[in-house]
T-cell receptor, first 110, second 111 residues
């Protein structure tokens, strides 16, 4: 039981490049979400999903796309990276009472 | 979800109890109090949650006042590994809902 896994752990992008942050969970949870965390701040919700085929926006969705084709996977796509997207990204998977977070992806956009 | 207020930082000596307060005066009747912590550079970790009764698990105890307007997370014997940012969050527990993280309390446990 690996819990929530995220890849890559670190990534450096140039402005305008695109990439996908991967997130997978093996707990058969319907609810998954993506957060970003900037220095000295709490986590802010980007997008979430309540099940395969269903996604919705969180607090800071601009510049990010998501899809949910399977229960296990919830990738986050940056279509055209900007320096403002430099952050640490956390994926989470939820039961009704607990959220389980992945180890995070540290993204730097130059 | 109701908002919470926590002190920005606290210190604790290793081996002593750490008592972390949280105010949530606008909490609704169907909202639970949750505590998470985030050790440096790691993802947040669930600690405990409760509705109105005091709760205890292997990590901590949660004391909720009778009027539910405040709560205290207790780490009974703090260790250096408990140094982390602790987040108090209130949320409804019926169905799925997101967590709204504030800035939390930075707990520093010293030898």
């Amino acid at each position: 039981n690996a819990g929530v896994t995220q890849t890559p752990k670190f990534q450096v992008l140039k402005t305008g490049q695109s990439m996908t942050l991967q997130c997978a969970q093996d707990m058969n949870h319907e609810y998954m979400s993506w957060y970003r965390q900037d220095p000295g701040m709490g986590l802010r919700l980007i997008h979430y999903s309540v099940g395969a085929g269903i996604t919705d926006q969180g607090e800071v969705p601009n510049g990010y796309n998501v899809s949910r084709s399977t229960t296990e996977d919830f990738p986050l796509r940056l279509l055209s990276a900007a320096p403002s997207q430099t952050s640490v990204y956390f994926c989470a998977s939820s039961s009704l009472y607990e959220q389980y977070f992945g180890p995070g992806t540290r993204l730097t956009v130059t | 979800d109701a908002k919470t207020t926590q002190p920005p930082s606290m210190d604790c000596a290793e081996g002593r109890a750490a008592n972390l307060p949280c105010n949530h005066s606008t909490i609704s009747g169907n909202e639970y109090v949750y505590w998470y912590r985030q050790i440096h550079s790691q993802g947040p970790q669930y600690i405990i949650h409760g509705l109105k009764n005091n709760e205890t698990n292997e990590m901590a105890s949660l004391i909720i006042t009778e009027d539910r307007k405040s709560s205290t997370l207790i780490l009974p014997h703090a260790t250096l590994r408990d140094t982390a940012v602790y987040y108090c969050i209130v949320r409804v527990a019926s169905g799925y809902s997101t967590l709204t993280f504030g800035k939390g309390t930075m707990l520093l446990v010293s030898p």
